[in-house]
């Protein structure tokens, strides 16, 4: 599609868009009166207006039902976070049985290590990409630790090539492959925090097994964002938290992903805790732990419903869109952005690049050459909400759900009049 730099296209993008009544389900903050420009959806989605209620029918029941809610309220409490998993499994690309809802992200990455990460003298090694998110490193690191080895040796960092702004897959593979039967565990962000760039999660699953690890994959920032196979790759698990695309809520709970192969299992590794039992014989209060057969083993407490209400919200609208609508749409969106900063750029040569490759979901990163900091508040104050990491990257995610093609159009003006405002600031002295 030729894509135009004018109002009335971006206006008529909208008016063509299935999706377009999905905007007036989300509530938006306001600068100086008006609704802002939301590009931070990777970082804490929207809050759907249906959220409310979700939260509002645990309120209700606990006031009314007390102890009697975790049996007898309508949506019964005690097995509450089982909603969660059919839904989540299709977002994913999973069974539903190979999919949980608990903790957080973070933890849940350790405990599945727990599990998957079973070091011994000859195969002890981690494989993740350089510059992982740092919750990652601290987690790999002290993990490492943990098991009495030393990061410094255990850990294989997967480096960008000089110059370049993203991974080549063929390096991730090769590192993997020369690792060898040293490699315990590669465990990596399927979508990159800061570029942007979606890993072939495919073949370095493959890779991955193929020399003996287990493979894991971080999805924070892929899920609901890109297409995901995770049974079919064959990844051994995965953990992702809720509060980014997912929309549900600051801090949400964390759903996880193990591979059917690995359930149902006795002899497997793991901490347990009284709701990763079987559910008909939980509450008889044995002494021994029989494992639920379904991912649910892992859960270690009773689930925090109060969390659990608008993650379950937010997935009855994914359920209803569907992840191939909502792809479409962030295909042609980002390709729109894209085409936008492309015409910003030619006014303002020089002063900003994008820096994600073309393997990429909704998030494209600009590297600002020119104006750093400044740029970023200028478009904060002129109600365009973007974030900023450090050296001098701004990030822009239009989350298709709510997210308008004249939000991009709107944009492209904003930013421009900041560049142009900001330099001649600058060339005054
Ligand atoms: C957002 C994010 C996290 C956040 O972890 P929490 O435990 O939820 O605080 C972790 N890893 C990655 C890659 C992220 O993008």
Redesign the pocket.
């Known amino acids: 599609m030729q894509f135009r730099n004018e109002l009335d296209f971006a206006q008529d993008l909208d008016q063509n868009d299935p999706l377009r009544v999905y905007r007036e389900q989300f509530h938006f903050p306001k600068v100086g009166g008006k609704q802002v420009i939301y590009f931070t959806g990777n970082s804490l989605g929207l809050q759907p207006k249906i959220s409310k209620d979700y939260v509002d029918e645990i309120m209700k029941d606990w006031r009314e039902l007390a102890v009697e809610g975790h049996f007898y309220a309508e949506k019964p409490w005690w097995d509450y976070h089982e909603r969660l998993a059919a839904p989540l499994a299709k977002v994913v690309g999973a069974k539903t049985s190979e999919v949980s809802v608990m903790n ?4 849940n990455l350790h405990l599945l290590m727990v599990s998957f990460y079973r070091p011994d003298n000859k195969r002890f090694k981690i494989l993740c990409e350089e510059k992982a ?1 740092p ?2 490193q601290y987690m790999l690191k002290s993990q490492l630790r943990h098991h009495g080895l030393d990061p410094e040796h255990a850990l294989i960092e997967v480096r960008k090539r000089e110059g370049e702004h993203f991974w080549r897959t063929q390096d991730v593979i090769d590192k993997i492959l020369e690792a060898g039967d040293e490699l315990a565990l590669v465990l990596i ?1 399927g979508v990159n ?1 800061y570029n942007g760039q979606v890993f072939d999660m495919e073949a370095i699953t493959k890779a991955g097994k193929s020399v003996g690890a287990a493979v894991g994959w ?1 999805l ?2 892929a899920v609901g964002n890109i297409s995901l196979s995770l049974h079919d790759w064959g990844a051994d698990f995965a953990a992702w ?1 809720s509060y ?1 695309y997912m929309n549900s809520g600051p801090g949400n709970a ?1 759903g996880i992903f193990v591979h059917e192969d690995h359930l149902g299992k006795k002899d497997i590794q793991r901490f347990e805790g009284w709701w990763g039992t079987e559910k008909a014989s939980r509450f008889m209060m044995k002494p021994e732990f029989e494992p639920i057969s379904n991912a649910d083993a892992w859960q270690i407490s009773n689930p925090p419903v109060l969390a659990l209400a608008p993650y379950l919200a937010s997935l009855k609208l994914f359920e209803e869109v569907g992840m191939p609508a909502l792809i479409e749409k962030r295909k042609k969106i980002v390709a729109y952005l894209e085409f936008i900063l492309g015409e910003v750029a030619e006014t303002v040569s020089g002063s900003f690049e994008v820096i994600t490759p073309e393997e990429r979901g909704c998030q494209l990163s600009v590297l600002l050459h020119g104006q750093g900091r400044p740029l970023f508040d200028y478009l904060m104050k002129n109600g365009v909400i973007v974030d900023w990491r450090e050296p001098n990257v701004i990030r822009l995610a239009p989350a298709p759900f709510y997210c308008s093609y004249e939000d991009m159009y709107q944009f492209g003006q904003i930013l421009k009049e900041g560049i142009l405002k900001l330099s001649t600031v600058d060339s005054l002295g």
């Open positions: 957080t992200l973070t933890v998110f919750s990652d962000g925090y971080d924070a920032h938290c980014k964390s």
